[in-house]
């Protein structure tokens, strides 16, 4: 079953910063085009970034753009969600599939949701 788990959540004050890890479960990377979504209160899930199969090109949601970086390590089999200037708006769960509705170019591996990581974002 293919699986990801998220990481690296927490609690930060409003213009903090928090680095999220999308591990695979015992997997490679290496040909899929990664996503980062996240689920806001009482918002549906969005897709915020995705990054390429070979890296070089990355899209952003417009509300993260500027803020957020995603980035992978496929040697680690792990893809990460840098987020700085954190607003209030960006508080919720966070996750990471291969799959998702924006433009990066790579194989689509389909899977189940994982549990996410939770991020707080107080004043």
């Not at 970086?69 to 792990?78: C, H, L, M, N, W």
């Amino acid at each position: 079953q293919v699986l990801f788990v998220e990481s690296g959540g927490g609690s930060v004050h409003a213009g903090g910063s928090l680095r999220l890890s999308c591990a695979s479960s015992g997997f490679k990377l290496n040909h899929y085009k990664m996503y980062w979504f996240r689920q806001t209160p009482g918002n549906e899930r969005e897709a915020v970034a995705c990054i390429s199969d070979s890296a070089l090109s990355t899209h952003y949601a417009d509300s993260v753009k500027g803020r957020f970086t995603i980035s992978r390590d496929d040697a680690k089999g792990t893809v990460y969600l840098q987020m700085d200037s954190l607003k209030h708006e960006d508080a919720g769960v966070y996750y990471c599939k291969a799959e998702g509705d924006l433009p990066c170019h790579g194989v689509v591996l389909a899977s189940s949701w994982g549990q996410g990581t939770q991020v707080s974002v107080s004043s």
